[in-house]
């Protein structure tokens, strides 16, 4: 049974704080993805990874970074957080086999709000 | 980049009826389209996945359908029930393989 965690449900932060989003999975997944969640919109992508030390821009990237050390864990940084950045961020992780992209499984969410 | 567009954004339907989402995509390269079903306060769980090389899959009472002709594919459910009720998207990979999602449709089932 694929485990994605994520270090907080829940997450209030002020205007201009550093933020770390931390992401594990358990299963040995290659690539590995941060989303933003709004009403609306649906899941944006802002980052991905397809391995350690790997990683690549999505639609959304302005304002955030990436950590990918292990090839378990990936962290989302926002590096002065904004009043615009108040959201729902999602972990996932998928693999690639014979080619194809097989099912993506999402953390819990992240709730965040920048006051 | 590829683009996925759903409709409707809300569909109130009644228990036992027939529930249908349409998705269309842009990037003619894109083979693999899961749909995902999401509660409320929950993390988004597939529910039925279709790829390019197949035009209708079948699982119980969900069913996708996929036209790469036109480049749209369905969610179908029947034989609605409560809890079915939350919201579900589409998606659709791109030439690198990252999956772009639809906006979501809010399912509402009334007794």
């Known amino acids: 049974d694929v485990k994605v965690t994520q270090s907080s449900r829940y997450l209030v932060k002020r205007t201009g704080e550093k933020v770390f989003l931390e992401c594990v999975q358990d299963m040995d997944h290659e690539n590995m993805f941060w989303y933003r969640q709004d009403p609306g919109l649906g899941l944006r992508l802002i980052y991905f990874s397809y391995d350690v030390k790997m990683k690549e821009k999505g639609d959304i990237p302005e304002g955030y970074s990436v950590s990918r050390e292990k090839k378990e864990r990936f962290s989302l940084i926002l590096e002065s957080a904004s009043t615009n950045q108040t959201s729902m961020y999602l972990c996932g992780t998928g693999t690639l086999q014979g080619g194809a992209y097989n099912e993506q499984f999402f953390g819990p969410g992240t709730r965040l709000t920048v006051l | 980049g590829e683009n996925v567009e759903q409709h409707p954004s809300t569909l109130s339907v009644q228990e036992g009826d027939s529930a249908v989402i349409k998705c269309t995509y842009s990037?003619?390269?894109?083979?693999?389209f899961p749909w995902y079903k999401q509660e409320l306060g929950k993390r988004p769980q597939l529910i039925i996945d279709i790829r390019s090389n197949v035009g209708e899959k079948k699982d119980q009472r969900i069913a996708v359908t996929l036209n790469k002709t036109a480049k749209h594919f369905s969610l179908h459910i029947t034989e609605t029930q409560p809890e079915d009720s939350a919201v579900y998207f589409c998606a659709a990979t791109d030439s690198w393989g990252k999956l772009q999602f639809g906006a979501g449709t809010q399912v509402v089932v009334t007794p």
């Open positions: 990037d003619s390269a894109s083979n693999y």
